[in-house]
């Protein structure tokens, strides 16, 4: 999937924030989709703003880059219902005229899949092969798309070295997904669970956990809490278990305690109890059967 960095917009003068208002009501659509941005960049976002304003960018002159932010929310049911059919939409408005490459891969993702919109796997390749080739805006989400459709001989024929290819350059790039799935060709795909290539997965993995909590991490510590890579450490899969439960609570907290409880990490009856919470507090039932309340 593909993420935005937030960049405050508090402790600054509010002239700027009033004159891009102010702009906006005048219809000056850049204004419009710099207010949606901002009202997502909040700590608590305020969705409702943020859909009201790309709405009115998009529907008024087809704004591209509020119609695929627009886009997004009606995939995500952010704001409102699900509408996968919008959704594809939108995206082929925001790719078509103002071709933005995130937009073209997600309307490659609606048409490889049928969401939305009718199933055009060929094309759907073509929009990724675009948007990883663009030569003024190449996407290395578009690379790992198009890696995705070489591993499955689906809208291309199937090339597991042109797959790998592609993930380890969208890899470089600093998209972490690519690592993720540049280290499963290493662990389970392509060369099998040699130890050499169990290091190079660990690498990948850990690679995608140093550009984005979100993704490696678990795996990572999975690879090192199985004992087949030479390197393995407990510790290791403890440490990066944690990591993924401060960004998903759903995973990670309740392995990180399980380790710890039966010994393999050292660790306080508090610590442990602690991640066993959290993870119960975030719907793992398993969790919930180690608590301890009083």
Known sequence: MFQLMLLSFFGCAQEPALMRDQRCLQNDLDACYEIGMAALALSRPDIGTARREFAKACQMSHHPASCNELAKMARDARGG??????????????????????ACVNLGRAKYDGEGTKVD??????LFESACKHPEDPRPMGCAALGI?????????????????????????DYAPAC????????????????????TALTFYDR???????????????LHQSGKPAESSDN??????QKTCTIDPTRG????AQLMEDGRVKASPTEIE????????????AACDKRMIP
């Open 149 to 173: 459709a070489y591993s499955d001989g689906v809208g291309v024929e199937k090339d597991l070295q042109k797959s790998e290819d592609l993930y380890r350059h969208a890899c470089d790039d």
């Open 236 to 241: 290791k899969a403890a440490e990066y278990f």
């Open 180 to 199: 993720v799935l540049a280290g499963d060709v290493y662990e389970n795909i392509k060369r099998g669970k040699k130890t050499e290539n169990l290091t």
């Open 253 to 256: 907290c309740y392995e990180a």
């Open 81 to 102: 219902p699900r509408d996968l059919k919008r959704a594809a939409e939108l995206f082929a408005i925001a790719c078509e005229k103002g071709d933005i490459q995130p």
């Open 208 to 222: 995608a956990c140093a550009i984005d909590h979100n993704f490696g991490c678990y795996e990572y510590a999975e």
């Open 121 to 126: 796997q060929a094309g759907a390749a073509a």
């Open 274 to 285: 602690a991640l066993y919470n959290n993870a119960c507090e975030h719907g793992n039932t």
